[in-house]
């Protein structure tokens, strides 16, 4: 298994434009997160997803930020308009989560997002 | 609702030395406590749970209730052990997320 693949690995854009980032998780996982982290604020999760849907979305910044998971091997996370104070590098894990405890999150690559 | 609170961010010390990566937590039950790790140019990986109870790449870490701490330890530290250092909590059962302190740069010097 790769494990879990982002893309793009490297985002470089302009303030005001959409920035899409993908996330495949590792198969037969039914937990995906996405975090955020700065050096300012280290790693903050953003939203996951149990069974492809959204749980808890209570660390989404703001209406700018969105994601969906439209099926179990495939999630997103929208910016738009993006914003310098956007740059970061944001990781998707992915988990098989037993029924009493938190399993072992896997975590992705990251993409570094540099807004200008 | 659950912190976790990493007071250093940097730590650097010569190889051989011992370290201690400090955590402490809030959370009003009881929570299941992570240590990741995250070496130069990869992923962030789980080092340790508490609930298994295990010494990894001789790291070792007690969860202290009355301190609300769960420090990590090694005894005497490798230049390949230099990484940044996650503490991280979770509460039990299922649909529980984890919240990551701030980390810590761990520097082992030769």
């Known amino acids: 298994d790769a494990g879990v693949i982002q893309s793009p690995r490297h985002e470089v854009t302009e303030m005001g434009q959409e920035v899409t980032l993908r996330c495949k998780p590792i198969s037969g996982h039914n937990s995906l997160f996405w975090y955020r982290q700065t050096m300012m604020r280290g790693l903050e999760l953003l939203i996951y997803?149990?069974?492809?849907?959204?749980?808890?979305d209570s660390g989404m910044p703001e209406d700018r930020f969105s994601a969906k998971m439209p099926n179990a091997s495939f999630s997103t996370l929208k910016i738009q308009p993006s914003e310098p104070r956007d740059s970061a590098v944001y990781f998707c894990a992915s988990g098989a989560e037993a029924a009493v405890s938190t399993d072992t999150q896997y975590f992705g690559p990251g993409t570094r997002l540099t807004v200008l | 609702a659950q912190r976790v609170t990493q007071p250093e961010k940097l730590l650097s010390v010569f190889k051989g030395a011992p370290v201690e990566l400090k955590c402490n937590y809030s959370y009003s039950g009881s929570p299941e406590l992570f240590w990741y790790v995250q070496y130069s140019r990869q992923r962030l990986q789980l080092l340790l749970r508490h609930i298994s109870r295990e010494s990894i790449k001789g790291f070792t870490a007690d969860l202290n209730k009355g301190e609300t701490s769960f420090h990590l330890k090694k005894p005497f530290a490798q230049e390949e052990d230099s990484a940044m250092y996650y503490c991280?909590?979770?509460?039990?059962?299922?649909?529980?997320?984890?919240?990551f302190g701030k980390g810590i740069t761990l520097s082992v010097r030769p």
């Open positions: 997803f149990n069974n492809n849907v959204p749980i808890d």
């Open positions: 991280a909590l979770s509460g039990p059962g299922a649909n529980s997320k984890l919240t």
